[in-house]
C-alpha cells in the first residue's frame, strides 16, 4: 500500500506541474467532481459493449477484446469522474482504482481492476495485453475470444453494474487529502 501511494501521489503531482506549465499531463489530475460526466462514462460503456455484438455478427473478431477492454475502462472513468479525477494514463487509472478499494472508499471488484491493469513483467497478463494482441496480429477471427465471448461479456456487465452502483449512489466520494497535500 505504502508502494501505491508514492506512485499516486507522485503521478498527482506531476500532473498539477505540467498543468502549471501548459502541458499536457500523462497522469491524474484533480478536478471538480462531476457525476454527468460519470453518466456519460457509464453509457459509453455500455455502448462498447453492444459493439461486441455487432462484431460478433459480422465476423470481426479481433475487435471484440478491444471494446472488452474500453468497457472495462470507461466503468473506471466514470469512477474517477466522480471522485474527480481525470486521468489520461490507463496504468493510473487502475492503481487509483486499487488505492481507492484498499482505502474502503468504493466497493469495486478486485478483478475489474486487475483487468485493466497494465503490466510490464512477462507473464502478468490483463485484458489490456488481449487486445493488443488481437489488434496487431495479423488474424481477423480468433477462437480464444469465441471461447470466451459470453463470459467476458457477463464479467463486463457486472463491472457495468458495479460502477453504476458507485456514480449513482449518493454517497460523496473524497479523494483523500494525503495524495495531493
Not at 462498447?48 to 455478427?57: A, H, I, P, T, V
Not at 468497457?71 to 472513468?77: G, I, N, R
Not at 510490464?120 to 477471427?141: M, P, T
Request: glycine residues 2%; contains cysteine; proline residues 2%.
Amino acid at each position: 500500500m505504502k508502494e501505491l501511494f508514492k506512485k499516486l501521489k507522485e503521478c498527482i503531482k506531476n500532473a498539477q506541474e505540467d498543468e502549471k506549465k501548459g502541458v499536457k499531463h500523462k497522469g491524474l489530475i484533480i478536478q471538480v467532481p462531476n457525476k454527468e460526466k460519470s453518466k456519460e462514462y457509464i453509457a459509453k460503456a455500455k455502448k462498447e459493449l453492444e459493439l461486441c455484438d455487432f462484431y460478433k455478427e459480422k465476423g470481426f473478431d479481433y475487435k471484440i477484446p478491444e471494446e472488452w477492454f474500453y468497457t472495462l475502462y470507461y466503468c473506471a472513468l466514470a469512477i474517477l469522474s466522480k471522485f474527480g479525477i481525470e486521468s489520461r494514463s490507463q496504468r493510473y487509472t487502475a492503481l487509483f482504482l486499487k488505492y481507492a478499494k484498499e482505502k474502503n472508499l468504493i466497493e469495486y471488484d478486485e478483478e475489474f481492476i486487475q483487468r485493466i491493469t497494465v503490466y510490464s513483467k512477462k507473464g502478468e497478463e490483463s485484458e489490456v495485453d488481449k487486445r493488443e494482441e488481437a489488434r496487431y496480429s495479423s488474424s481477423i477471427k480468433i477462437e480464444a475470444v469465441k471461447e470466451r465471448y459470453n463470459e467476458i461479456t457477463l464479467f463486463c456487465k457486472k463491472a457495468i453494474f458495479q460502477a453504476e452502483e458507485i456514480v449513482f449512489s449518493a454517497k460523496e466520494l473524497i479523494i483523500p487529502k494525503e495524495l495531493y497535500d
